[in-house]
């Protein structure tokens, strides 16, 4: 049962919370999502980029900048791999932009 004092005309009253922040994503997260994601979409475990964005908490069009990270060259996924990089999230998808 619902106490009382939560309760706003028949409706639960959801006290608002900060968001958590989240920690700095780095290129070598970006490409792993990227593989993890990719797989998730062949495999059909899930339907869409709509559904991953959901299961993520991001936007759709988030989801689909960092799958095209699976297109950059295999020189620089390599590197990446490797650690020998300090890149963001962020300069690696400015990185397809650049590539197409």
Known sequence: MIPEDKMVKGTLQIPKQ????LPKKDA???LQKAAEWDLMLKS???KNKAEIAFLEGITRARV???LKINK????IQDNIFKGNNNLST???ISLTQNSQ
């Open 72 to 75: 950059l060259p295999k020189n």
């Open 44 to 46: 059909g475990k899930v």
């Open 90 to 92: 962020r300069q690696l």
């Open 28 to 30: 070598l997260w970006a």
């Open 64 to 66: 689909t900048q960092i």
């Open 18 to 21: 900060k968001p958590a922040t």
